[in-house]
């Protein structure tokens, strides 16, 4: 058995592999640089507003991740009708996709807009902060749209290994973020400052740009995705919505659980100091910097453990199970060396920072680089493999009771009850993935994730 996944690891597999992990993992940076542009100018004009685009951030991460989570229905779907040669089968889960993600981001964005200082205030007290966060959040919630609708494309581009698609037009939205907020927050070319509010115009207004443009180049193309109406009614049929949403609900239940433990964990540090809340907020957007390379290779992991499962080519996706988590602990280990190793430089481009605020971030960032590691393995088991043959109810299971049962109560303890340093509680951020450790390698033995979902 080690024979033969050392054998995947020097073979096509590991070609293959990185051919689809890069494009996702740039577009995971690209994505991931919108917030940290953000960060970036609005730290020239004070700590203030960099705990407030934090919150902010963090409330929109977690709508975000959970339109991620409705789009891993038609991932799994996708990945085995492709694998199979079902292009018909390929476009309905798009469209699927596309009318289930546009619900979600409808419900979130509706929330943000009508009630962003309640939002807001749920992980700080400050009135400054609050009006800052409410500002930017509402804003912002039509960019859900823009998520939606692009991440429902990407998934069906990176099922056909044509993810470099997606990530083309990633690069001009965030090309276009990085313009308008250098011209809507410190009001260049004749437009008023704008402060925080025009970073939020900026991120808008670039994400439904992106989006509009990459639906463009579909149609134009008359791409297999570039549906029409007729398919989207088609789509809607009871049994495929009925099988979607068997796939979907378990892991948008899961993403949503696990990104508002994230978001509790923000308000945990939030509630000690907005000093940490400020910390925290430079180190999250480098945080999913980081992690870029290790999401990259997990999504392409599940394309191609997908497209060998919907094959019926069992033991070979049980063999590159092991083998793709070999390899994202080692490029999680060559990460963290360069963390480490560009930790000053990087921290430097946040000039704003008073002295006791950088010197927690810079504590902050050296914990990030071992976390990286330890992240490397239940990442890569539970977006990579587990997800891929649909095993979504046990992925939810493990996040409730490793974040939720024991991750977010010793957070809370030591921060609340022991009031501890802030290093040591950001540090027990870790706990919930030494648990992960445990039940991802029990379950990828067992082989009980193992399904072909399209026979």
């Known amino acids: ?30 994505f991931s640089s919108r917030s940290l542009v953000d960060i970036l100018m609005l730290g020239q004009l004070g700590e203030l507003e ?12 977690v709508a975000t991740i959970m339109l991620f989570g409705v789009t891993t229905g038609g991932a799994l779907l996708t990945a085995q009708y492709w694998g199979a040669g079902n292009h018909s089968g390929v476009q309905k889960s ?34 400054e902060v609050i009006h800052l966060g409410a500002e930017y959040l509402a804003i912002t919630s039509g960019s859900l749209f823009a998520v939606a609708w692009g991440s429902s494309m990407a998934v069906g581009l990176r099922a056909m290994h044509q993810p470099g698609v997606s990530t083309f037009f990633s690069a001009i939205g965030i090309g276009l973020n990085m313009l308008l907020n250098w011209v809507l927050i ?37 791409h297999l995705l570039a549906f029409d109406l007729s398919l989207l ?23 949503l659980a696990w990104s508002m433990g994230i978001f509790v964990y923000h ?11 400020a910390a925290l907020s430079v180190i999250t957007p480098i945080e999913s910097f980081a992690l870029a390379m290790l999401i990259g290779v997990s ?32 490029c999680g280990v060559v990460i963290a060396v360069v963390m480490l190793l560009t930790k000053n430089t990087v921290l430097d481009l946040f ?33 990579g493999v587990l997800r891929a043959g649909g095993d979504i109810r046990f992925c939810f299971y493990q996040d409730i009771a490793a974040q939720w049962l024991i991750g977010i109560p010793v957070t809370a303890m030591m921060a609340l009850v022991f009031k501890l340093p802030l290093e040591w509680i950001y540090a027990a951020l870790v706990i919930e993935e030494l648990v992960k450790w445990v039940g991802c390698i029990f379950r990828v033995r067992s082989k009980a994730w193992m399904n072909n979902l399209v026979a």
């Open 1 to 30: 058995m080690r024979h033969l996944v050392i054998q995947q690891l020097r073979g096509d597999f590991l070609r293959r592999l990185l051919l689809i992990a890069l494009p996702i993992a740039l577009q995971t940076m690209l």
């Open 50 to 61: 960099v705990a407030a685009i934090g919150i902010a951030g963090k409330a929109l991460f």
């Open 94 to 127: 798009t469209a699927l996709t596309v009318v289930m993600t546009t619900i979600t981001a409808s419900i979130s964005g509706g929330l943000f807009l009508f009630a962003p200082e309640f939002v807001v205030g749920l992980a700080t007290d400050s009135p």
């Open 186 to 222: 410190f009001g260049h070319w004749g437009f008023p400052a704008m402060g925080i509010a025009g970073a939020a115009w900026a991120t808008l207004i670039s994400g439904l740009v992106e989006v509009g443009l990459l639906f463009t180049y579909l149609y134009g193309k008359k």
């Open 233 to 255: 009614k088609e789509a809607c049929q009871w049994p495929l919505v009925k099988r979607f949403l068997t796939l979907s609900l378990p892991t948008t239940f899961n993403h």
């Open 267 to 277: 308000a945990i540090i939030g509630q000690v100091s907005v000093q940490g809340l």
């Open 299 to 330: 999504n392409a992991a599940a394309v191609m453990i997908g497209n060998q499962l919907g094959a019926n080519k069992m033991d070979e996706a049980y063999q590159q199970a092991w083998a793709v988590s070999i390899f994202n602990v080692a």
């Open 351 to 383: 000039s704003a920072l008073s002295p006791d605020t950088r010197a927690l971030t810079e504590n902050f960032f050296s914990i990030l680089a071992v976390m990286v590691i330890i992240r490397s393995i239940p990442m890569t088991m539970i977006v």
